[in-house]
């Protein structure tokens, strides 16, 4: 049983994008509340599995190695912390995206 305390309550996720499935994000963004930094889609690992995963962009490798830090969500938890990401979601496996210094997505290209 996790003794995290999310930066939204239960109460105050709504039905914004129901039916994503399942992603993986970090606390940065549902304990400490901070917006998506970055975001990619990788190939679902079930019908359960939207392929999605959430990072602040601060997270560095050992914070995002321990299991305790990253916790599979659906993805309309996630769409709620951060409205943000709404208008990419349906961006196919593979869609890699930055927020940029003027706090907009921008889609990343391979080399990048």
Known sequence: MSDKKFYLSKEQIAPLIPGM???????????????????????????LDSGWCFFAGDEDEAYTNNPENVAVYDVNTIANYDPDIMPFLHE?????????????????????
């Open 92 to 112: 196919g496996a593979g869609s890699r995206f930055e927020r940029d210094e003027n706090g907009c997505f921008r889609r990343l290209a391979d080399d990048e």
């Open 21 to 47: 499935g399942g992603c993986l994000a970090t606390d940065r963004i549902t304990v400490d509340g901070q917006k998506v930094g970055y975001m990619y889609r990788d190939e679902p690992h079930n019908p």
